[in-house]
C-alpha cells in the first residue's frame, strides 16, 4: 500500500484533465515511505475537489480534513478552483495540483502531536515531482 494515495472527485468537464495532471505526481510519490516521516501518520489519502460553485452550493464535495490518530490515517479533501483549473495552461494546472498535494500536508502537519514531520515529506515531494515551494505558492 502507498504512504500518499492521490484521487480526484469532480464534476463537470476537468474530471479527466484533472486526473491526467496528478496521475504522474502520484506516480512518483510510491516509493514514499511513511517511517521516514514520523510515526502518527501510516496512510495519507488526498482527494483534490474540483466542482463548479453551483455544484459545491447544492451541498456536494464539500472540503474534508479528516484525520485519525488512533487508526494513523489521513483523508483530506480540499478544492481546486474549478474555473482556474479548467482555463488554465498545463503548467499552471500541475502547480495548482502540486499546491493541494502541499496543502494537504500542511493541513496533517498543523494538527500533528507527536512530531509529523510534514516540512520534510513536502520537501521530498516537491523534489520528486521537479517543482520547488516558491513555484507553487506562486500559483
Not at 21 to 44: H, M, R, W
Not at 54 to 65: A, N, P, Q, V, Y
Not at 105 to 124: C, H, M, P, W
Request: with cysteine; charged share 25%; aromatic share 10%.
Amino acid at each position: 500500500m502507498s504512504y500518499i494515495f492521490i484521487t480526484c472527485e469532480t464534476n463537470g468537464d476537468v474530471g479527466h484533465i484533472l486526473r491526467e495532471t496528478f496521475f504522474p505526481f502520484s506516480e512518483k510519490l510510491i516509493g514514499l515511505n511513511a517511517s521516514d516521516y514520523g510515526t502518527e501518520i501510516d496512510s495519507i489519502s488526498i482527494v483534490m475537489l474540483c466542482a463548479t460553485q453551483d455544484f459545491i452550493d447544492s451541498g456536494w464535495l464539500k472540503e474534508r480534513r479528516y484525520i485519525s490518530w488512533k487508526n494513523r490515517f489521513a483523508d483530506i479533501r480540499l478544492q481546486i478552483d474549478y474555473a482556474r483549473f479548467f482555463h488554465a495552461n498545463e503548467r499552471t494546472r500541475q502547480l495548482l495540483v502540486a499546491k493541494n498535494i502541499v496543502d494537504s500536508i500542511r493541513v496533517i502537519e498543523a494538527r500533528s502531536r507527536k512530531g509529523f514531520k510534514g516540512e520534510k515529506l513536502r520537501t521530498d515531494i516537491l523534489g520528486l515531482i521537479g517543482l520547488s515551494i516558491d513555484e507553487v505558492g506562486a500559483v
